[in-house]
């Protein structure tokens, strides 16, 4: 399984971008997908994540509310919503995917990676 993510850039703080990551190659579900985001000098941490099932979603407190996260399983795509960007934001964005119908919280859990989408958000 092959992941690639696109749709990074740079953006005023209060702004709005959309990331995409399709899956390509031998994809078989069900498979979870999650954004981790990794700041400069920082961990890689999780952002959001969704299961199989698109009605299972789950957010960490820092972009509840900013972040949406959707997947179009016709299309293998996981998207990410990120409005109201703040300067903390700014950080290379990796989607991640993984078999089962679960949804991890834990970078571990994933075995598939993207290559990563800087996002660059400026006060």
């Known amino acids: 399984v092959q992941l690639q993510a696109s749709g990074g850039g740079l953006v005023q703080a209060g702004g709005s971008l959309r990331l995409s990551c399709a899956a390509s190659g031998r994809t078989f579900s069900p498979y979870a997908m999650a954004w981790f985001r990794q700041g400069p000098g920082k961990e890689r941490e999780f952002v959001a994540g969704?299961?199989?099932?698109?009605?299972?979603?789950y957010y960490e407190d820092y972009v509840k509310g900013r972040f949406t996260i959707s997947r179009d399983n016709a299309k293998n795509t996981v998207y990410l919503q990120m409005n109201s960007l703040k300067p903390e934001d700014t950080a290379v964005y990796y989607c991640a995917a993984t078999y089962g119908s679960m949804l991890y919280l834990s970078r571990n859990e994933y075995n598939y990676w993207g290559q990563g989408t800087q996002v660059t958000v400026s006060s």
């Open positions: 969704i299961a199989w099932t698109t009605s299972i979603t």
